[in-house]
C-alpha cells in the first residue's frame, strides 16, 4: 500500500500563489507517475497536472499551462504542485494520485491506484 498525505492548501487572494506537497509513503516514490487532480463543489474531478515515474514527461490541463508547475523530489519522496496567478475558478478540493510507472497518457485519472485525501484550495476575488 501507498499512503499520500497532501498539504499546503489554504486560503488566498485571486493573483496570489500556493504550493502544494504531497508525501508519499509505504512504495518508493521514484517507481510511480505522480498526478493532481481537483474537485470543485458540484463538479466532476478533473485533472491539473502530472509528471512521468522517470520524471522526463510532464503534462498539464489547458487552464494550468503557464501557471502551475508540478515537481518531484524522489530522496524526499514528496511532489510538488506550485500553483501561480491562481484564479477563484482555482478553488477546489486538490489530490494527488500514484499510478505505477506510468509514462504516457498521464491525465488518465482511471490509470492511477493511489490517491490522497486532497487539501482544499480557495481562491477568494
Known amino acids: 500500500q501507498m499512503q499520500l498525505v497532501e498539504s499546503g492548501g489554504g486560503l488566498v487572494q485571486a493573483g496570489g500563489s500556493l504550493r502544494l506537497s504531497c508525501a508519499a509513503s509505504?512504495?518508493?516514490?521514484?517507481?510511480?507517475?505522480m498526478g493532481w487532480f481537483r474537485q470543485a463543489p458540484g463538479k466532476e474531478r478533473e485533472f491539473v497536472a502530472a509528471?512521468?515515474?522517470?520524471?522526463?514527461?510532464?503534462d498539464y490541463a489547458n487552464s494550468m499551462k503557464g501557471r502551475f508547475t508540478i515537481s518531484r523530489d524522489n530522496v524526499k519522496n514528496t511532489v510538488y504542485l506550485q500553483m501561480n496567478s491562481l484564479k477563484p475558478e482555482d478553488t477546489a478540493v486538490y489530490y494527488c494520485?500514484?499510478?505505477?510507472?506510468?509514462?504516457?497518457?498521464?491525465?488518465?485519472?482511471?490509470?492511477?491506484?493511489?490517491w490522497g485525501q486532497g487539501t482544499q484550495v480557495t481562491v477568494s476575488s
Open positions: 509528471v512521468s515515474w522517470s520524471g522526463t514527461n510532464t
Open positions: 509505504g512504495r518508493t516514490l521514484s517507481n510511480y507517475a
Open positions: 494520485a500514484a499510478r505505477y510507472r506510468g509514462s504516457f497518457q498521464l491525465s488518465r485519472e482511471d490509470e492511477y491506484r493511489y
